[in-house]
């Protein structure tokens, strides 16, 4: 369903009153309702009449296998009390009831990512619903849920399957997004399996592993290069400062920008392996763990999706 632009909506425009700052602690009770709206449009209601047997079936046990699997995870029988866990026809009033009670920000993004995953993967399939474009349906679902988190001022989008952390919409507009385009070719698959890790790492506040796997992901990037190109280097023993020399030396950074960017090798080398090394690559000895600012983090991310995104796009203009 389209999202309205409401007379509301552009008067708090007019008067400042949106916010400019991501909160990620924090879940409004808007927001998870806009999402339950959400559920019944991708998903669908159980007891609507014009559905058919199947269709009502499909749809009740989408419900059911998303709140078995919370009720799992989180070693629990119910996920609200006085529900019944094994009939199927109660799971979506459990899911919602359960839903819009919890306070934990992290569960909720739980359930929204489980959610989205099932709407992409089970409910945009031709067979869901007969009877309605389910593959139109469900993404236009996906968008409204990203536009909703983006309009309540929640720094969070669901992309490739997953929850990620948004701290600059500009750059996430602009670098991440279409380095995680880029990275969903097969050759890079484990590129865009250690670029997600590291959000995901990031999401939870694991930070030193958020770097290491930003560290890995740029790494990939250039090994899957090179092996495309067929520029020698050791699998096993090349790092990120003997990967970049060798795509200088072989004109990945076309010589005309080399001239008007004397300090893009340094950001190459450092921008992202130095962090990684200094920061989160390293034990942190007899003493307390390093305390990683949030910034650090944010930006070594950002500036790994620009790297990955520029060097895909340099390989291709090489001549073949």
């Known amino acids: 369903m389209a999202v309205f632009e409401l007379y ?23 927001l998870k309702v806009q999402i339950i709206h959400i559920w019944s449009d991708a998903i669908g209601i159980p007891y609507v009449t014009t559905h058919r047997d199947s269709s009502i079936s499909n749809i009740r046990s989408t419900y059911h296998a998303i709140a078995q699997v919370l009720r799992r995870e989180y070693g629990l029988f119910k996920l609200v009390p ?6 199927k026809a109660h799971s979506q009033d459990e899911l919602k009831n359960w839903f819009l009670r919890e306070t934990n920000a992290d569960r909720i993004l739980d359930a929204v990512e489980l959610s989205a995953r099932f709407i992409e993967r089970a409910c945009s399939r031709t067979d869901y619903i007969p009877t309605r474009q389910n593959k139109e349906i469900c993404k236009q679902a996906i968008e409204e849920l990203n536009k909703r988190f ?10 490739d399957g997953i929850i990620v952390r948004v701290d600059s ?19 890079f698959k484990n590129a865009q399996e250690e670029f997600l890790s590291a959000y995901e790492h990031y ?7 958020a770097l290491v796997d930003c560290g890995k992901c740029f790494e990939s990037t250039m090994k899957i290069i090179c092996t495309k190109r067929n520029w020698p280097f050791d699998p096993n023993r090349a790092t990120a400062k003997p990967l970049v020399q060798i795509c200088l030396d072989n004109g990945l950074i076309p010589s005309y920008w080399q001239s008007h960017f004397s300090a ?15 920061q989160g690559g390293h034990g942190a000895g007899a003493g307390p ?8 983090v944010a930006y070594v991310l950002h500036m790994t999706a620009s790297t990955v995104l520029f060097l895909t796009e340099a390989e291709k203009s090489l001549p073949p």
């Open 203 to 209: 999401r939870h506040g694991k930070k030193e592993e």
């Open 150 to 159: 983006q309009e309540n001022g929640v720094g969070y989008q669901y992309m």
């Open 8 to 30: 509301s909506k552009r008067r708090a425009r007019e008067l400042g009153n949106v916010p400019d700052v991501y909160e990620y602690d924090k879940i409004p009770e808007a």
């Open 264 to 278: 893009l090798r340094t950001i190459l080398e450092s921008a992202i392996p130095t962090p990684r090394n200094k």
């Open 289 to 296: 763990a390093p305390d990683i600012p949030n910034e650090l």
């Open 169 to 187: 919409q500009l750059i996430h507009a602009e670098a991440v997004k279409p380095a995680l385009a880029v990275l969903r070719a097969p050759e």
């Open 82 to 87: 006085n529900s019944d866990p094994d009939e």
